[in-house]
């Protein structure tokens, strides 16, 4: 089994900046991709930004303000989110694939609240 654990979200003006972390441990075995998603209040979880094999992917809305990045080393991947609008409040959620024999695992975080607000 793999776990995660985020930190870092909060309350924040619009505007305004966060970082989120998102440290994976357990039984990791050859991290394919990592990656963060989003679902705010009624509505289904997005893709955000997500890293793999040297390839970075956002979604249109947070392309120019967010930025994705790894310490592989740790296991670890950040999000810097800048210029934050009241549209990013949402449930921010770490997802890591594990690769494994040339089967996917897919690991999900317990999920780290952002809000922007004034």
């Known amino acids: 089994q793999v776990q995660l654990v985020e930190s870092g979200g909060g309350l924040v003006q619009p505007g305004g900046s966060l970082t989120l972390s998102c440290a994976a441990s357990g039984n990791i075995f050859s991290i394919y991709a990592m990656g963060w998603y989003r679902q705010a209040p009624g509505k289904q979880r997005e893709l955000v930004a997500t890293?793999?094999?040297?390839?970075?992917n956002y979604q249109d809305s947070v392309k120019g303000r967010f930025t994705i990045s790894r310490d592989n080393a740790e296991n670890t991947v950040y999000l810097q989110m800048n210029s934050l609008k009241p549209e990013d409040t949402a449930v921010y959620y770490c997802n890591v694939v594990d690769e494994r024999l040339g089967i996917l695992y897919d690991y999900w975080g317990q999920g780290t609240q952002v809000t922007v607000s004034s």
């Open positions: 890293s793999s094999r040297g390839s970075t």
